[in-house]
């Protein structure tokens, strides 16, 4: 575990990955799932889960944690702590597609192939193309 305090002391991030999750990242770092939940937590404060997948298809814990905001120098924070542990970069990380995490990607991870989930692409298409056809978008 890796946390970051503010000049007063508190808590301000702080990125989980035990040894057993490094282990299994190892294994498989081939793809990387990176996703965050935003003003969920009692404390309205973004979790990052960052998951792997193994060989039967299983997706497995690598590391999570908890940033003040989804600004650039969060994201970099938790990236920079959590591969910094793991050692290595990842073949390919798939992301929701925000811009910010785009942008500090291709900062921290240069040689990691970086997507978009096919879920958030879906759900983007039909955002802002649903309005083009008199059929509705499924």
Same mark, same amino acid.
């Given at each position: 575990? %890796? ?6 002391? &508190? ?25 965050s939940?935003y ?18 298809? %299983? ?8 940033? &003040? ?7 970099? #924070?938790?990236? &920079? ?8 970069s ?25 997507l978009?989930c096919? #879920? ?9 193309l ?9």
């Open positions: 575990m %890796k946390i970051s305090c503010d000049e007063n002391d &508190r808590l301000k991030n702080f990125i989980f990955s035990s040894q057993n999750m490094k282990h299994l990242y190892k294994k498989f770092n081939d793809i990387i799932l990176m996703d939940t003003r969920t937590n009692k404390y309205k404060l973004p979790l990052y889960i960052i998951a792997g997948i193994n060989e039967n298809s %299983k997706i497995f814990i690598v590391g999570f944690g908890v940033v &003040r905001s989804e600004e650039a120098k969060d994201v970099d #924070w938790i990236l &920079r702590e959590l591969f910094s542990f793991l050692e290595d990842p073949e390919l990380i798939c992301t929701d597609g925000c811009p910010t995490m785009a942008k500090v990607l291709k900062n921290v991870l240069p040689n990691t192939t970086h978009v096919g #879920w958030h692409v879906s759900q983007n298409i039909k955002k802002h649903s309005g083009l056809s008199k059929f509705p978008l499924v």
